[in-house]
């Protein structure tokens, strides 16, 4: 991708207006007139245009969970010719039966370079997931590194809703719903199905995907937190209608079932000149999240910086939740700063956006931007031993964390490293050795 493209796409992205509110019935519009009024499907929709619903859950579900928005578009979906198998390349998905699930801490560097001409969805790596996508029920860790932008060709996923996290070069999303700008400290949502083209904004990009098989993320409830924290309703930026009328080949690829389709449509599907409902992609400023945490002592569980969370069929246990470990101060009295030793019937996978995280050590061999770690179910972990000695002999005056902005894909079930996983050169080596000489005190009068 030359230079002259990257800056004509982050023009573009710089100049966006949105509809704000997660959860929301927006209704918008590119050309004036073009939603119909008093009704959804008109005998003859407005100018020309063809009226079609997209359901993100089924008809009869409650009405605080239905899902769904009408769409005004140039062409219907159903306008297409059939579908071919292509290869997957780097891109798993669950069940994941490649290797056994393991018990041992891991942890990855970023991902290498991408070969020039890689675009997102060809920079997709699969690190590992869990449960099936028949089933609709699980999720997937990916990465992505990229160097070019998708041209001629969309993407849609069947089987799961995308959250997107971008940890280097900025993305514009332009989709059927219209255009969002995502940039490192962002995370963007691509609701399962929604068809969508990746530019780059920047000569690279590189970030993490988590592929959520479940029900969809919601915010998540308050509790005695009150009416108001974590992140705002109101911080959550849909697009406004915007539309590619582009005749000539396309190669639309859909993910179903775990694999990859490909069919070459007359015409771009991103056609939607105008949309009306509470289905939608997102972008969303993690910088905005307001963080709650203890004024007494204690650390808090990472519960409390949960962003977003997709319910499973046991109330409070997630199918994935999505933290973040935003800039906060600490000021807990006579409390161990870092996050504490633990071990935890969810499984935890990290990345890194920026910065160091506060509870591991940063630079070459270490937790940096760009890598990320596995601790499955009941494996121990915690602050590693330069960290361990360090918080233990500081002193306790008020600190604020703000040199770094790390995440959690939390699940309920052990994530499966994938094979290419296990055995990619960016596997580090030894890993476990971070918390070798955490020395016996007992005894010692300490």
């Known amino acids: 991708m030359s230079g002259t493209d990257n800056e004509q796409a982050r023009k573009t992205a710089e100049g966006l207006v949105h509809s704000s509110g997660f959860g929301n019935e927006h209704s918008t519009e590119a050309v004036p007139g073009a939603l119909p009024h008093g009704r959804n499907s008109p005998q003859r929709a407005p100018l020309g245009l063809y009226a079609e619903q997209l359901s993100g859950s089924a008809f009869t579900e409650p009405r605080h969970s239905n899902q769904r928005s009408w769409l005004y578009r140039i062409r219907p979906s159903a306008a297409h010719p059939p579908f071919t198998r292509i290869d997957n390349g780097g891109l798993r998905s669950a069940p994941f039966t490649e290797t056994v699930p393991d018990p041992n801490r891991l942890r990855w560097d970023p991902l290498p370079e991408p070969a020039p001409g890689t675009d997102f969805l060809a920079g997709l790596w699969t690190l590992g997931g869990n449960g099936d996508v028949t089933q609709r029920a699980g999720m997937a860790v990916h990465l992505y590194a990229a160097n070019a932008s998708m041209t001629d060709r969309v993407f849609s996923d069947a089987d ?5 996290v971008p940890q280097r070069g900025g993305l514009l999303l332009r989709t059927e719903f219209g255009l969002l700008r995502a940039e490192p400290g962002h995370v963007a949502l691509i609701p399962r199905g929604v068809r ?3 530019e780059l904004l920047d000569s690279e990009a590189r970030g993490y995907v988590c592929e959520n098989y479940g029900r969809p993320f919601v915010l998540p409830d308050l509790g005695p937190i009150g009416a108001n924290g974590l992140a705002n309703a ?13 005749e000539g080949p396309v190669q639309v690829i859909n993910k179903f079932c775990g694999n990859l389709w490909s069919a070459t449509y007359g015409h771009s599907p991103l056609d939607v000149v105008a949309w009306h409902g509470n289905l939608t992609p997102y972008v969303y400023d993690l910088h905005r999240f307001n963080v709650i945490g203890t004024i007494s002592y204690d650390h808090p569980d990472p519960s409390i910086f949960t962003v977003l969370t997709s319910p499973s069929d046991t109330p409070g246990l997630a199918g994935v939740d999505f933290v973040v470990f935003a800039p906060r101060w600490l000021v807990g009295e006579d409390t161990f700063r870092p996050p504490y030793f633990h071990r935890n019937v969810m499984s935890e996978y990290m990345g890194l956006i920026e910065g160091a995280y506060d509870a591991k050590t940063a630079g070459k061999g270490g937790f940096v931007p760009g890598g990320g770690s596995l601790h499955n179910m009941m494996s121990a972990h915690g602050p590693d031993r ?3 000695d360090k918080a233990s002999a500081a002193e306790l005056r008020p600190q604020k964390v703000d040199d770094g902005l790390a995440f959690m894909f939390e699940t309920r079930w052990p994530v499966t490293a994938t094979e290419q996983a296990r055995t990619a050169g960016h596997l580090q080596k030894g890993y476990d050795e971070v918390w070798q000489g955490l020395e016996r005190h007992w005894g010692s009068g300490a």
Do not use: N, W, Y
Not at 160 to 164: A, K, R, T, V
Not at 234 to 246: G, K, S, T
């Open 160 to 164: 799961g809703e995308l959250l997107i």
């Open 234 to 246: 109101r911080d959550f930026l849909a697009p406004v209608a915007a539309f590619e009328d582009v």
């Open 386 to 388: 330069d960290t361990f």
């Open 196 to 198: 969508f083209r990746v």
